[in-house]
């Protein structure tokens, strides 16, 4: 582990510590419950920089805009990924973002808190219970109904309790049977960047300006992750030998390369390389499936939305394996590539 890893740990640790019971019981004190409540403007709290867990967000903010179409929402982040992944929801007014490194924008960060206490809010949620600025910024906020993310989570085994794009769904539902006695069954929105005709149509060109035949679909790679998520170039290399003579004559096989141009199949497919989020996701969008190391590339594919495979070493993959129906994980603990194979079949078939 860095040395940078080990302190982000303990100031992780330490924050939890300190802000891990802010808003306990909020929702219950706030006094008399108003079963007329219009949920008219939202403030959603999740400053995490990363895509995937920017994506993740998605699923709420459908449901939401479900409960009142003519919502206003807010969403704390941070870094710069969250205006191209919301710009075709209409429904999102203002990103409010925290700087990557508040020291060295010490006004902008500042401001940012006074951004967040100056708008009136119907609720805020705290997306992540486990984030300390969530939380804080939940409590900082003007707002009748405060979600910190853990009211209504039970020692349960769920889905809804664990995955990430789901449990502040979960929340939000459990929120409005509790004060509009309004309970909700249906199925879960889906993870979706809401491309634009002309973004797909745009993806389809590009797609089709790498492969051989257009009329075939095509099963695409994303190869490279970050850190220990990352597999090897001689696993890869295992694993291309088998699925290229089983798929390579009826699909298109492509790679998609990371923004730092590395291929892990050493370019032995087409390749497709870009650093906008939204031109990927199009390209992945006109693909039959995508096979992709847990990352948030993996998330782009399930949001683009393509059906996707997602391969895990270890760790929690229940709260970030690929989300929604048509979507599975492989978990591949060694250079065993053989069940990423058998789930290329079961989808495929």
């Given amino acids: 582990m860095s040395f940078k890893s080990i302190i982000n740990h303990y100031r992780r ?10 808003g306990k019981g909020v929702l219950i004190k706030k006094g008399k419950i108003d079963s007329n409540l219009n949920i008219n403007r939202v403030l959603i709290c999740r400053p995490n920089q ?15 805009i479900k409960e009142n179409p003519n919502v206003v929402i807010d969403i704390f982040v941070k870094g710069r990924v969250a205006p191209i992944i919301f710009q075709n929801y209409p429904q999102v007014d203002q990103i409010i973002e925290l700087p990557k490194k508040p020291f060295k924008e010490l006004i902008n960060y500042i401001n940012v808190w006074f951004k967040i206490r100056n708008n009136k809010y119907d609720l ?18 003007k707002s009748k109904y405060k979600l910190f993310g853990d009211e209504f989570l039970q020692d349960d085994s769920s889905s809804e309790q664990i995955h990430l ?17 309004k309970k909700d069954d249906s ?38 992750a970050t850190g220990d998520k990352c597999y090897v170039a001689n696993w890869w290399t295992n694993f291309y030998n088998d699925f290229y003579s089983k798929y390579a004559t009826e ?34 969008n ?29 760790g929690h993959f229940n709260k970030y394996k ?19 194979i058998e789930a290329l079949d079961k989808i495929l078939k």
């Fill in 13 to 22: 640790t330490i924050m939890k510590a300190l802000t891990g019971n802010i």
């Fill in 50 to 64: 990363r895509l995937g867990n920017t994506l993740l967000i998605t699923p709420l903010v459908q449901e939401i």
């Fill in 124 to 141: 805020a949620i705290n997306v992540h219970q486990e984030s300390s600025s969530g939380r804080i910024s939940t409590i900082v906020s």
């Fill in 165 to 181: 794009a789901k449990i502040p769904v979960y929340q939000f539902r459990q929120f409005l049977e509790t004060v509009k006695g």
């Fill in 187 to 224: 199925d879960y929105p889906i993870m979706n960047l809401n491309l634009s005709q002309k973004e797909i149509e745009d993806g389809k060109n590009k797609l089709n300006a790498i492969i051989e035949n257009p009329t075939k679909k095509t099963l695409a790679f994303f190869t490279y």
């Fill in 251 to 284: 699909y298109n096989l492509v790679e998609i390369l990371p923004v730092e141009d590395i291929s892990m199949l050493d370019r032995k497919l087409p390749t497709f390389y870009s650093k906008d989020v939204r031109e990927i996701a199009a390209f992945m």
């Fill in 286 to 314: 006109n693909c039959e499936l995508l096979v992709a190391a847990d990352s948030g590339m993996m998330h782009l594919g399930v949001a683009a939305p393509t059906k996707t495979i997602g391969l895990f070493k270890s």
């Fill in 322 to 340: 690929p989300y929604g129906k048509g979507n599975t994980m492989v978990l591949v603990e060694d250079n065993n590539h053989l069940p990423v």
